[in-house]
């Protein structure tokens, strides 16, 4: 049990880290698209607020949406095919995109500026998969 929690947790705050970063990111490049240069001092401190000021929010996001998920593959492990790690990896990405997809349609556009188009999309998603793994690592860890 303690081994789920742990990973559960660190699943959620790698997710929500990385998804900060993603989102920081994109934004610095879609300004430099448009021809405004950002020190990088300026970008480091840009992460760093992010990082305080995003993830805290978008990690409660994550974890609704990785609970439910990750009960789904713990159902789904106990009475269907193993699929190994890969489920959870799986289950991780699926809470994302759903998130991002309901968020987008509840409110009529994207509130995430880095989860805006395709690519973005993808990137935040990929975010759910590897946070979805790591719990899965760290769960089946004895």
């Given at each position: 049990?303690?081994?789920?929690?742990?990973?559960?947790?660190?699943?959620?705050?790698?997710?929500?880290?990385?998804?900060?970063?993603?989102?920081?990111?994109?934004?610095?490049?879609?300004?430099?698209?448009?021809?405004?240069?950002?020190?990088?001092?300026?970008?480091?401190?840009?992460?760093?607020?992010?990082?305080?000021?995003?993830?805290?929010?978008?990690?409660?996001?994550?974890?609704?949406g990785?609970?439910?998920?990750?009960?789904?593959?713990?159902?789904?492990?106990r009475?269907?095919?193993?699929?190994?790690?890969?489920?959870?990896?799986?289950?991780?990405?699926?809470a994302?995109?759903?998130?991002?997809?309901?968020m987008?349609?509840?409110?009529?556009?994207?509130?995430?500026?880095?989860?805006?188009?395709?690519?973005?999309?993808?990137?935040?998603?990929?975010?759910?998969?590897?946070?979805?793994?790591?719990?899965?690592?760290?769960?089946?860890?004895?």
């Amino acid at each position: 049990m303690k081994r789920r929690l742990v990973g559960f947790a660190l699943a959620v705050l790698s997710t929500a880290a990385l998804s900060s970063l993603i989102q920081t990111l994109r934004v610095h490049a879609g300004l430099g698209a448009m021809g405004v240069e950002i020190p990088f001092g300026l970008r480091l401190s840009a992460i760093g607020q992010d990082l305080l000021g995003f993830a805290p929010t978008y990690a409660a996001i994550v974890a609704g949406g990785f609970l439910i998920a990750f009960l789904v593959a713990g159902l789904i492990r106990r009475y269907g095919k193993p699929l190994g790690p890969w489920l959870h990896a799986l289950a991780g990405g699926a809470a994302i995109l759903t998130a991002l997809l309901t968020m987008d349609a509840l409110l009529g556009m994207s509130v995430i500026a880095g989860a805006r188009g395709a690519s973005g999309i993808a990137l935040f998603t990929l975010a759910g998969v590897l946070g979805g793994a790591l719990f899965a690592r760290i769960s089946a860890q004895r």
